[in-house]
């Protein structure tokens, strides 16, 4: 009888967490979207690497639906073995600009074609590369210390200097995956890590973050590790990526509905931010970052305005908006239109 029972209270356990998990899972699967778009990227330069085996994971707006989109520094972080981020990225369709998932995998997936700088032009990545167990940093375009850091190499990487923050509609980014990114996108992929997770919630908490505070020039535009906001490990914008509008209509407002969840894909579904504090962000946080360097002006590394190089496999490039492709300004304070067209980077290195 006690082993009878011990074994249906275990059963009923099990159950228990089972839908628990799954009802976890069903609210971390609901994803965002919004009737106005991020802001331009701001100019800022990379913290110099804290050490072998971190990776760098640009920054991007987040959304809080009480305060609207706020900046989430980028960071050096500790990569898993063999892996690679794919950045999130923000893409206009429907009516509504929908967040897709940032992830960890073998290979880098498509972004949005977004040129997140240091490496991540808006086509693959060109800031290093595994060699066996081991992480070598292209020096062209990361920051990384000889001293502290001796596997590297130079390799030069062409970029078009861009700022837009998503992809399609009116001033976004006209571009497709590749057939390279679609299959990246169908690899087995890892999802942000905790420290990951954590700095973008911090970053929520900082009412300095908020664009509506900082206007598209955050305070605190990288940090050196996640989630050190302190001045000791912080670099503040440069300049903003382009002119700030506010928008016409409240955060509330410009929420939309709720779109399925990912899993790990690089094109389809969306996975939302940290969940928006009542206040709005409004508690303080970090500080403000030390002095900003430019981020538009890297050594060895070649800006050009023409098509996709072709001849080095880690070159990064931004594609060129289509001139079919319709015309809505990302940081406009009008809404999109509700029957929109088909969518069609001391010693700092800039972004």
């Known amino acids: 009888m006690n082993r009878n029972g011990s074994g249906v209270r275990g059963l009923l356990l099990a159950v228990v967490i089972v839908t628990f998990s799954a009802a976890s899972f069903s609210q971390i699967a609901v994803g965002i979207s919004?009737?106005?778009?991020?802001?331009?990227?701001?100019?800022?330069?990379?913290?110099?690497?804290?050490?072998?085996?971190?990776?760098?994971?640009?920054?991007?707006?987040?959304?809080?639906?009480?305060?609207?989109?706020?900046?989430?520094?980028?960071?050096?972080?500790?990569?898993?073995?063999?892996?690679?981020?794919t950045p999130g990225y923000w893409g206009w369709g429907g009516g509504f600009y929908a967040w897709h998932a940032g992830y960890w995998g073998p290979h880098v997936g498509f972004y949005g074609g977004i040129n997140y700088g240091f490496g991540y032009g808006g086509v693959g990545f060109g800031g290093g590369e595994w060699r066996g167990g081991a992480f070598f940093y292209n020096r062209t375009v990361t920051n990384v210390s000889a001293t502290s850091v001796t596997n590297v190499y130079t390799r030069t990487v062409v970029v078009n200097e861009n700022h837009v923050a998503f992809n399609g509609g009116e001033g976004g980014v006209a571009a497709r995956p590749t057939p390279q990114e679609e299959a990246a996108g169908r690899e087995q992929h890892t999802a942000p890590l905790a420290e990951q997770t954590q700095h973008e919630h911090l970053a929520s908490q900082n009412r300095q973050n908020f664009a509506s505070e900082n206007h598209g020039r955050?305070?605190?535009a990288a940090t050196a590790r996640a989630g050190d906001f302190s001045s000791r490990s912080?670099?503040?914008?440069?300049?903003?990526?382009?002119?700030?509008?506010?928008?016409?209509?409240?955060?509330?407002?410009?929420?939309?509905?709720?779109?399925?969840?990912?899993?790990?894909?690089?094109?389809?579904?969306?996975?939302?931010?940290?969940?928006?504090?009542?206040?709005?962000?409004?508690?303080?946080?970090?500080?403000?970052?030390?002095?900003?360097?430019?981020?538009?002006?890297?050594?060895?590394?070649t800006h050009a305005n023409e098509s996709r190089p072709q001849s080095e496999s880690h070159t990064a490039h931004s594609p060129q908006p289509k001139p079919s492709a319709p015309k809505q300004n990302s940081h406009r304070s009008s809404p999109p239109p509700k029957r929109p067209s088909p969518p069609k980077e001391p010693h700092h290195k800039g972004r």
């Open 34 to 85: 919004v009737r106005i778009g991020p802001p331009p990227l701001p100019v800022y330069a990379q913290p110099i690497c804290p050490g072998p085996g971190y990776f760098w994971t640009p920054g991007y707006w987040g959304w809080n639906d009480d305060g609207g989109y706020y900046w989430v520094p980028g960071t050096w972080v500790v990569a898993p073995v063999g892996m690679l981020w």
């Open 218 to 220: 955050p305070a605190v």
């Open 234 to 301: 912080a670099v503040s914008a440069r300049s903003a990526g382009g002119e700030y509008h506010a928008p016409a209509m409240s955060p509330k407002e410009a929420r939309g509905p709720s779109t399925p969840g990912n899993k790990g894909g690089s094109n389809d579904g969306f996975r939302p931010f940290s969940k928006p504090s009542n206040n709005g962000g409004a508690t303080n946080g970090g500080s403000t970052g030390n002095t900003a360097h430019g981020n538009e002006s890297r050594p060895n590394e």
